[in-house]
């Protein structure tokens, strides 16, 4: 097993979705920390920023802002974080995600899940 | 003296000549008619009131009614007889007695203004408003002292109430194709993330059992489910009830090849196909077999870390078409148990039932093709010749 240095941070408020990424990227080596909303990512980031790999969230949490406009103030404040975007809604039109982000659409597969979240770790 | 047609027409002396008014200068008409000539001019002028099909009243300076349309009285319900020379104000019981339209029609007799399109409504007692539409203009006349206003009343109440009933309707159809969409959205919102959860779930169990034979079939559950999501990603992605057959297989594939294909640079697994559509219920179904199909040939035909190939297939002609995976992988056994055929093949028969297909498998040596064909008479005979190696699951 190999491990990795940098940290995954899974936004998910549903609560086995979330446990079944968080298992399997723990699994794959990764440490994963796990936020049911928007407002817990911020908090999580506003301290510990600089060791967060990747974020994967959800768009449809409920919080302050949803997991979109979530993905876009980590796009302006932690550029370096990579972002994986999902929603069991349509696919949002490619201008409104940020710059460099992937779309998984639910019921995504784990197994892609873990295949975009390693091409979106930043090189070390 | 009454019009002979029965209108409430009321004839007064007047000294009136009608003219083209682009054609003489003021006082100049008069002189160029005689007395008679004037007489058929008024009553010409009664004629065309009383007989108008829309509500028409001539009126003096005083506003006092020189003539009434029978429609004016009809549509008002006036007893003809009340109208002779009274004031427009003193009508029926009082109700044309609106000090706005008083003044408008003395502004108007005096020449400061003209009525155009003025809207009012007319208060009954026992009745609903009407919603009435005025124009009234001075006649051009040559004698100053005999003022002449032309009144005419458009009730647009019916009309008025069409329109916004029809507007009201558009409106309300409006709001529920939104509403539709909305909820259709909402729903496979909820569609998507049920499926997740139960994907996830079963991959869970899948990772955590200790037995081989379990872990294998939770993960073929869990397959089952992604390809079913998968054709409702596609349905979420597109504003059709039909699907793209062959964007559904290529993502399916992909979704099998992730989660079961462990080594993707030795065994290859790729759908290709026409631009056919399908209903969404029809669409299940052949992914469904498409999965099973493709699950079988992953346990069966590649054992050992065995390299090689599955396409999956499909094309159409009209009504026609015919799904295939294709495999080059050892073949199959050459004798097929039915009494261990599993629950793989139970669905694959099953939907293939429901589709009005049948099933053809054909040892391609090496491996096997398996079509699933409907056509449209139904189950045909297949031809021999061109199927030397065929067997029914």
Redesign the interface.
């Known amino acids: 097993m190999t491990f990795h240095s940098e940290i995954i941070l899974v936004a998910e408020d ?1 609560v ?2 979330r ?3 968080v ?2 990227l723990a ?1 794959h080596g990764f440490e994963v920390w796990e936020a049911g909303g928007a407002d817990e990512v911020l908090a999580v980031l506003q301290q510990r920023g600089a060791e967060i790999g990747v974020l994967f969230t959800d768009i ?1 949490m409920p919080g302050s802002i949803d997991g979109l406009q979530l993905a876009h103030r980590v796009r302006r404040s932690w550029p370096r974080i990579g972002l994986l975007i999902t ?5 949002p039109r490619s201008a409104e995600l940020p710059g460099g982000s992937r779309f998984l ?8 899940m873990m ?1 975009q979240v390693r091409e979106l770790m930043p090189a070390a | 003296m009454r019009s002979n047609r029965g209108a409430c027409v009321l004839m007064l002396r007047l000294r009136l000549a009608f003219r083209e008014p682009p054609l003489f200068q003021e006082g100049q008409a008069m002189a160029a008619h005689t007395q008679p000539q004037t007489d058929i001019g008024l009553s010409l002028v009664l004629a065309v009131i009383a007989s108008s099909g829309a509500p028409l009243l001539l009126l003096d300076g005083e506003l006092l009614v020189i003539a009434a349309s029978a429609s004016f009285c009809r549509t008002f319900r006036i007893d003809p007889a009340t109208v002779a020379g009274r004031r427009l104000f003193e009508l029926g019981a009082g109700e044309w007695n609106v000090p706005q339209l008083h003044s408008l029609l003395a502004a108007t007799a005096a020449g400061h203004a003209e009525i155009e399109a003025y809207e009012m409504d007319l208060r009954r007692a026992g009745q609903e408003p009407r919603r009435l539409v005025l124009n009234a203009q001075k006649l051009a006349y040559d004698n100053e002292d005999n003022i002449r206003l032309l009144l005419t009343v458009a009730d647009v109440t019916d009309a008025r109430n069409a329109e916004s009933l029809r507007l009201e309707m558009v409106r309300e159809k409006d709001d529920l194709l939104r509403d539709k969409a909305v909820l259709l ?1 909402e729903l ?6 049920s ?7 079963l ?2 169990s899948a ?1 955590r059992v200790q037995s081989d034979e379990t872990r294998s079939h939770l993960h073929e559950a869990h397959q089952r ?2 390809s079913v ?1 998968a054709l ?2 596609q349905l ?2 597109s504003s059709l009830d039909d699907v793209r057959l062959r964007p559904y297989f290529v993502e399916l594939c ?2 099998i090849g ?2 079961m294909i462990r080594d993707h640079d030795k065994l290859k697994l790729e759908a290709f196909g026409d631009d056919s559509t399908a209903r969404a219920d029809v669409s299940v179904s052949l992914g469904l077999i498409v999965t099973e199909l493709v699950i079988n040939a992953l346990k069966h035909a590649f054992p050992d870390d065995r390299g090689g190939k599955i396409n999956v297939g499909y094309l159409s002609h009209g009504a026609n078409w015919t799904l295939s995976v294709d495999d080059n992988g050892i073949g199959m056994p050459e004798t097929t148990d039915q009494a261990k055929s599993g629950l793989g093949t139970s669905i694959i028969k099953a939907l293939a039932g429901q589709l009005h297909a049948r099933i053809e498998i054909r040892d391609t040596n090496p491996g096997t093709s398996i079509s699933i064909i409907h056509t449209e008479t139904g189950i045909l005979a297949v031809k021999s010749a061109a199927a030397p190696a065929v067997a029914a699951i």
Do not use: E, F, P
């Open positions: 549903q086995l979705v446990m079944a990424a298992d399997m699994d449809q929603s069991g809604k349509t696919l659409s639910k019921a995504y597969d784990l197994n892609q295949t | 959205q496979q919102h909820r569609i998507a993330n499926l997740q959860i139960i994907a996830s779930v991959l869970q990772r489910v992604m999501a409702q990603r979420s992605a992909q979704s992730a989660s």
